[in-house]
């Protein structure tokens, strides 16, 4: 259980190695795994808690702000996600989009600012707030000397419930990623898309009310890609809310009802699609924003003819 509870002091990149291997520090710092970073302490029974009230926000975001030695993270980012929204978070590499998601979801303690999750304080009310999340890391290395069913039921059982739900759920969401067949496999033995679909799995079993995804389609056939759209998509239907960090425009403007460019830690802009798209795609938009396109051809030696 002391291991478990170091997950929260750790960061949202990566992750932790199985139980029976040690785990090894990132250059951004230390890592955790999925399935530890819900609970901080021993686990309680699941909350149902009554719906959110129509027009209030998911996640609420104030003043956050992170440095790392000379380098500023995170600038100041506020950001609200409406309840019931499936909300696209894009920008370049290195824009602090992860470490910001980090910060807002318990993984990475913050500077300065807050963030609230159904109006709980993450940081003032830990253990309640991270009942209310499922988190999907991008790269995340998991409990991996587990089978995938073994996997996906012990994130369920470190988060109180009992047996006979977890079992039950396990099994509905194998079927639905279609990992029925490889159930029994060990998850070091998985493909890069199916470690990626058994992580989603891990992050949906105790059905939070937040879910915040790193990247999840990356490695994900196109098949597979569909049935998680699906999936996500009845999940928001439902009452839930998606956050999806991506760099595929064209994934985001097509999936997500909203969206926020991100750029060297600080929000340029945010809003519906419509309204951050201004009559543009989303990737010119983003294009125009962000800066830095080479309309250069190339060097001279890369012209073949």
Not at 26 to 42: F, I, K, M, V
Not at 226 to 251: E, K
Request: glycine letters at 10%; one cysteine or more; proline letters at 6%.
């Amino acid at each position: 259980m002391r291991r478990l509870c170091m997950a929260e002091k750790e960061s949202f990149p990566s992750g932790s190695s199985s139980p029976d291997r040690s785990s090894g520090a990132d250059a951004a710092g230390t890592s955790a795994p999925l399935a530890a970073a819900p609970l901080a302490a021993a686990p309680l029974a699941a909350p149902a808690p009554a719906p959110a009230a129509p027009g209030g926000s998911a996640l609420s975001i104030r003043g956050l702000r992170k440095v790392f030695g000379s380098k500023v993270a995170v600038d100041g980012v506020d950001l609200e996600v409406p309840s019931g929204s499936f909300y696209g978070l894009v920008g370049p590499n290195g824009a602090g989009k992860t470490t910001t998601l980090s910060m807002a979801t318990g993984l990475l303690r913050p500077d300065a600012g807050t963030a609230l999750v159904h109006g709980v304080d993450v940081w003032q009310q830990p253990l309640e707030a991270k009942r209310l999340i499922g988190i999907l890391a991008d790269g995340v290395r998991l409990f991996d000397r587990l089978t995938g069913e073994q996997l996906v039921s012990y994130s369920g059982m470190l988060s109180g419930m009992s047996r006979e739900t977890v079992t039950e759920r396990a099994a509905d969401l194998l079927r639905l990623l279609d990992l029925t067949e490889a159930s029994s496999t060990l998850v070091v033995d998985y493909s890069a898309g199916m470690t990626k679909k058994i992580a989603l799995a891990c992050a949906l079993i105790h059905a939070p009310r937040l879910l915040v995804l790193d990247e999840p389609f990356e490695s994900v056939d196109p098949v597979s890609a569909a049935n998680i759209r699906d999936l996500l998509h009845g999940y928001v239907d439902s009452g839930g809310t998606v956050i999806v960090s991506s760099h595929a425009m064209d994934l985001v403007q097509r999936m997500c009802d909203h969206v926020a460019i991100i750029a060297a830690g600080r929000v340029l802009a945010a809003g519906t699609i419509d309204e951050v798209r201004d009559g543009a795609e989303l990737e010119d938009r983003f294009v125009d924003l962000v800066g830095g396109r080479h309309h250069a051809e190339g060097p001279a030696w890369l012209r073949l003819s």
